[in-house]
């Protein structure tokens, strides 16, 4: 038997006036998850416990079958073990968005207009943190090159603070979300005066891009020990992902990681190259367990364009879904397949939320059809499984 979950970030979302007062999953054509549906059990779970902030790290742990409440030590400890970052157990990780601020008013009256800068490439990121470096490292602070605009700071014998994330904030003043610690606001402030006129971004701004003119800090945390996942599932299991949270979660369960060329964490990603290095995994590298993750879903939700949320659906449903339940149906495979975001990024708010999922779970085997697509309204009455990371269980058994 293989498994495979798809995790579609962020793709849940509210109904939408210019969509005919459809969500986007309502909207996009999507055949392969609605025959999913149609053979499958749908229902809704509750992939963020009520007593946590809402965000990819919580939720891809529930859904890869860890409980967040006792195995999660924060975001950005998870990104640094994607890029190979040693950690100390004294040590404190912080996420180092580059992010767009405005111009012209003082640091503390600017607005977030970017929490990702353009989506800058890491290439041009790179050359941005080598400044920051330059200008801030020493026995205290360590700062490394992450991936696109998402970057990991090591505070040595730092503090663990409860930081704003820039996404929940944009198109808002500042300065009531800055660190009320001193070094990481003076950091922050001094930072702007480092990027926004460095040659690079002057590059950026001349050819109509947005300017990464600031360091954000967030996401603190410390060390993480997750159990194996082989151990805990005796299943061996690769992950695909463009994000560094979720080849930072492979590796400390001890995941294979499958590198896919194009894979960018945003709406251009190479959605057809992910499902190609499942299938690989599945039938010629001997692995049992697949986890298919696709970022675009939730940047489009932050960007707030619904055409591209929907596009970004469609694109998962037709190249990875559809080609994935191929490959394994011509290959004479048993299967199951989970098909779920990891939470809401609703276009109307353009951050996350902790509402329950819909989930639609497949079965090769099963022979029963129904006249019923995959969406929100679809679930929206049928039980919560409110202890998410038991939905794993429910996959494999």
Known sequence: MKYVVI??????????????????????????????ASFGQLGMVRTVPKSMKPGSDVANLSVLGYDPESNYSGRSPLEALSVGVSMKSTDVVLRCNLVTLSEDEPYGQKTIIDHSSDEISTADADILMNAVRDAFQNELFSFYTG???????????????????PHDHLGEKIGEFLPAEPLLRSMMEKSFAILNDHPLNVQRANEGKNKANSLWFWGAGTK??????????????TMISAVDLLKGIAVGAGMQIALVEGATGSLDTNYLGKAQAAVGALLDDGNDFVYIHVEAPDEMGHQGIVSHKVQSIEMI?????????????RAGEDYRMLVLP??????????????????????????????????????????????GYRLLDKLIN
């Open 7 to 36: 995790l579609a970030d962020g793709m849940a979302d509210e109904p939408i006036a210019e969509l005919g007062n459809k969500t986007p999953l309502e909207y996009a054509k999507t055949p392969g998850m609605d025959l999913l």
């Open 147 to 165: 991936t696109s605009y998402r970057h990991i700071t090591i505070w040595n014998h730092g503090e663990v603070l409860d930081l704003e994330p």
């Open 224 to 237: 993480p020990h997750l159990q194996n996942f082989e151990e805990k599932t005796g299943l061996k299991g």
């Open 317 to 329: 449903d037709r190249q990875i879904v559809s080609v994935v339940k191929d490959a394994l149906d």
């Open 342 to 387: 990891d939470h809401p990024t609703p276009i109307r708010i353009r951050t996350h939320t902790s509402d329950p999922v819909p989930y639609v779970l497949y079965d090769n085997r099963w022979r029963e059809k129904k006249d019923i697509a995959y969406s929100e309204a679809a679930a929206a009455n049928l039980p919560c499984l409110e202890e």
